[in-house]
């Protein structure tokens, strides 16, 4: 039935029917539908990320795509065969040394370490979802590096006792 009491052949059309936004603005109670399609989105916090590390990790990025002449996005270039892992992990783990013996910022870029470090990582992830990572970990026992752990424990007991 339409707003003046009779049917008409329009009732059922799709602009007559409430969207699936509106009918889960409805559901949980906002009236804003643009934040109830909001959520469905991935990712839907990014209020999540703190700007001040955006604002490094990008600034890292653009120390090696243009200061270092590495090109932006180089990583997903298909005509190379891909990046290693390993080049980024070492690269990271240098980083993080370098943190671990107090020092902030990297002395050849004057960029933070810590945003060389999540600049690597955010690399091997994009890489990773290109198809252009080349995995190259050295393959082992996955449960070594945990047994090792539990025999330094047992080994530290053993000594304090």
């Keep these: 039935m339409n707003e003046y009491g009779g049917v008409s052949d329009f009732d059922d059309f799709p602009i007559h029917q409430p969207s699936i936004v509106q009918q889960a603005a409805a559901q949980t109670g906002t009236a804003d539908p643009k934040a109830v399609a909001a959520t469905s989105k991935v990712p839907s916090d990014l209020h999540v990320l703190p700007p001040t590390a955006v604002a490094w990790c990008v600034e890292a990025l653009r120390n090696g795509a243009i200061d270092k002449g590495y090109g932006v996005r180089n990583w997903r270039d298909q005509v190379r065969p891909g990046i290693e892992m390993t080049t980024y992990l070492d690269a990271i783990g240098r980083h993080l040394m370098q943190i671990q ?24 992830i994009d890489a990773r979802a290109c198809g252009t990572l080349i995995d190259n970990r050295v393959r082992g026992d996955v449960g070594a590096f945990e047994s090792t752990q539990e025999a330094i424990r047992e080994s530290r007991r053993l000594r304090a006792a």
């Design 101 to 124: 013996e107090g020092e902030d910022f990297a002395s050849d870029s004057h960029i933070l370490h810590l945003a060389h470090v999540m600049a690597g990582c955010a690399i091997l």
